[in-house]
């Protein structure tokens, strides 16, 4: 692969409907879109999943403009490469900023799964044609509100549910919903609200079967999980503290998590996201792709990696119409009776909607090799 130059575009989105989790609410998604053109004349696409407050990670999308432009866009113009495997190896001087390195890497995937003519999904390894929709329902102004959002999730065909908590919203929420739907598939998801003197009052969430409990401690814990996992029925998930195959490993070692949610941005890309799925399905650990309101080359991303064989879970991966009055490719990403339908044709399969892309761009640099 012989890259000629690559483009950053920053572009907003107003989201159809705010999404509140216990580190706050979004209203909207600032997302970098990146654009890598080969010598050959094709494009490879990607987006960085960076909010603009460093409250899910420490990454923001003004960090990652400055990582991708100052110093990653650098070192892939430093050699040609011949798969998109050796974009990590490229960037293991730089530390941490996986969000920034994963929008370039996935980019890279899309332009040689391109070139071969593949589907991404095919050039991962995807053993798929359909994969399974949840849906993550953020916290709400009433527990009323969120079970009859909930209702019209299960009519809409969803698979799984889950819903965000905290520490006054969670026991009597979870009650409500068992009470109202007692078999279906349901999650809760934390994001690090809880600490070591919580164990007692999460042992009482063991009451509702739920699926998992994701990431109910620390972003950087490990150990503490192990010992909650100890005492409680419910499998723990990790998403924010694990973005290596080696964090991984010793989260598995320790008995910190059953599962892990694995998003492609928080891991530093695809080949990362391989190596995870491949340490857990040999520990036997489910794995699942989590969304972080993707647009939709993002998104599309979401479910090429979800065709792996240990994605036995339902992914956070709604349809644009969950998200987006327009999203920014074409077809837009439809979900039917619980499913997307993965395309075969080449790349993520979806052609960026380049009239949306302009309406919605603020900026954008091109960086020429
Ligand atoms: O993309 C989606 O629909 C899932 C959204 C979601 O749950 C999350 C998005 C962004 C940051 C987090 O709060 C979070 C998560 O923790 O999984
Ligand atoms: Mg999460």
């Not at 899910?56 to 432009?69: G, I, L, P, R």
């Not at 857990?280 to 699942?288: A, Y």
């Not at 960026?352 to 919605?360: C, E, H, Q, T």
Request: proline share 4%.
């Amino acid at each position: 692969m012989e890259i000629k130059s690559i483009t950053l575009r920053h572009i907003k989105m107003d989201l159809l409907y705010p999404f509140t989790t216990s580190v706050g609410t979004e209203f909207d998604k600032d997302i970098i879109l990146v654009e890598v053109k080969s010598k050959s004349g094709l494009s490879g696409w990607a987006e960085s999943v960076s909010i603009n407050e460093p409250i899910y990670n420490e990454e923001t999308v003004k960090t990652n403009w400055h990582m991708m432009s100052d110093y990653l866009i650098p070192l892939l113009f430093q050699d040609s490469m011949k798969h998109p495997n050796e974009v990590s190896d490229r960037f293991k001087p730089i530390r941490g900023n996986y969000n920034a390195k994963a929008a370039l890497e996935c980019a890279i995937w899309d332009l040689y799964a391109r070139e071969k003519n593949l589907s991404l999904a095919k050039a991962l390894g995807g053993v798929k044609d359909k994969v399974e929709v949840g849906i993550s329902v953020g916290i709400q102004e009433s527990e009323r509100k969120m079970l009859q959002q909930i209702e019209g999730y299960l009519n809409e065909g969803y698979k799984r549910i889950k819903v965000k908590i905290k520490p006054s919203w969670d026991v009597h929420i979870l009650k409500a919903i068992r009470q109202e739907f007692p078999s279906i598939q349901l999650m809760a998801d934390a994001n690090c609200a809880y600490n070591l003197n919580d164990i007692e009052h999460l042992k009482e969430l063991d009451a509702f079967h739920l699926t998992m409990i994701e990431q109910p401690f620390d972003c950087d814990d490990i150990i503490d999980h192990a010992k909650l996992q100890a005492e409680l029925k419910t499998p723990i998930c990790l998403d924010e503290s694990i973005h290596t195959v080696e964090d991984a490993r010793k989260a598995i070692e320790l008995g910190s998590c059953k599962i892990i949610n694995l998003k492609i941005g928080r891991v530093g890309g695809l080949t990362e996201s391989k190596k995870i799925h491949d340490l857990c399905e040999k520990h036997d650990i489910p794995v699942w792709c989590g969304g972080m309101l993707e647009a939709g080359i993002g998104r599309a991303h979401n479910i090429a990696i979800t065709t792996l064989a240990n994605f036995t879970l339902p992914g956070d991966t709604a349809p644009s119409s969950h998200y987006w009055k327009q999203d920014i490719i074409e077809p837009e990403v439809e979900m039917k009776d619980g499913y997307i339908y993965v395309p075969e044709s080449a790349g993520i399969g979806f052609v960026p909607n380049i009239k949306r892309i302009d309406d919605v761009t603020l900026y954008s640099k091109t960086f020429r090799n």
